[in-house]
């Protein structure tokens, strides 16, 4: 990262890299999005969740991984990257989503808003070393625009800065189909541009005003020893099989968390919604009616077990 680099990300949550992708490769990833159509919009297929090979390429696009080398508190003494990838999502509004009015704010630096918690069950989180400047983050996105996204016309959304609070958003700003709050800032973007941010970061998509279609690719990644996703969904080093290309460090992007933290996961979610049911059970007691396993989800989904 270079300084202006290193100052938006610390400063705003987020930060854009021009032309990260060629012309040819906007072109080819296009290419096969029109013709999966709307149900091209998870990480999974038939082959391990890659598309293409021109997805198996935004793996490890050389200027990205530079960044999120240092975001990610730098080298490992492996020399393996310090990241893996969680999930990958598409995005496309317009053909297939007609009339995108703008969704809900969501994100939040958890290791503020809730110390409390274990930190295995806290994957939204962002800080920074003062003595080192060495960064720390949770789960990270890279946002891969194929069609120009300005200001006026839709696209990613932010409250800039909103990483480093330590307050909840406010209810009346969290859902722009009723209005967007003036604290909002819409991120413009052309096609091939990449905006990376860190999910403790207040975001949202923006009202999609304009003909074309938004088309984003969304590369998402932990910390080599976290996850975000559930272990059923986990990438592994042998989806890579069958595209060109691979080599030892995409395998270790893609190779799952160690099982000593999922063990420690399972342990913690399992106690989280011990604590749930038992508030239930004590606010049952207290109002004199009963408790409804929608109430208990309800107290789970509290504790960030979602």
């Given amino acids: 990262m270079n300084d202006e680099q290193r100052f938006a990300f610390d400063t705003w949550g987020f930060l854009t890299i021009e032309d990260a992708l060629t012309p040819e490769q906007?072109?080819?990833l296009k290419a096969t999005v029109d013709e999966k159509g709307p149900d091209l919009h998870s990480q999974h297929s038939d082959r391990g969740g890659f598309w293409s090979q021109e997805f198996v390429d935004l793996l490890d696009v050389p200027v990205i991984a530079a960044i999120l080398e240092e975001i990610y508190g730098g080298p490992r003494d492996d020399g393996e990257p310090p990241f893996r990838i969680d999930h990958i999502n598409v995005h496309t509004h317009g053909t297939f989503n007609k009339d995108l009015a703008g969704g809900t704010i969501?994100?939040?630096?958890?290791?503020?808003?809730?110390?409390e918690r274990p930190h295995e069950l806290i994957t939204h989180?962002?800080?920074?070393?003062?003595?080192?400047?060495q960064f720390s983050n949770g789960l990270v996105?890279?946002?891969?625009?194929?069609?120009?996204?300005m200001c006026n016309g839709g696209g990613f959304g932010c409250l800039a800065g909103s990483h480093k609070g330590h307050y909840p958003v406010p209810e009346d700003w969290i859902d722009l189909a009723k209005g967007v709050h003036p604290m909002v800032t819409a991120v413009p973007?052309?096609?091939g541009d990449a905006i990376i941010f860190t999910e403790a970061l207040c975001h949202v998509t923006m009202p999609w005003t304009v003909p074309s279609t938004?088309?984003?690719?969304?590369?998402k990644y932990m910390p080599r020893d976290e996850a975000y996703s559930g272990q059923?969904?986990?990438f592994a080093p042998s989806d890579a099989d069958g595209w060109e290309g691979i080599d030892r460090r995409r395998r270790a992007i893609l190779s799952p968390p160690p099982r000593e933290f999922v063990e420690r996961k399972a342990l913690a979610t399992a106690e989280a919604?011990?604590?749930?049911?038992?508030?239930?059970?004590?606010?049952?007691?207290?109002?004199?009616?009963w408790i409804s396993d929608r109430m208990i989800c309800r107290m789970t989904s509290s504790t960030g077990l979602h």
């Fill in 26 to 28: 906007v072109a080819a």
């Fill in 106 to 115: 969501h994100g939040n630096n958890g290791r503020l808003l809730h110390p």
């Fill in 125 to 133: 989180y962002f800080e920074r070393d003062p003595r080192t400047g």
């Fill in 141 to 149: 996105t890279v946002a891969y625009e194929l069609e120009d996204t």
């Fill in 189 to 191: 973007a052309r096609a």
């Fill in 214 to 219: 938004r088309t984003t690719l969304f590369y």
């Fill in 232 to 234: 059923d969904n986990f």
């Fill in 273 to 289: 919604e011990r604590q749930a049911r038992a508030a239930a059970v004590a606010a049952q007691a207290t109002s004199g009616g």
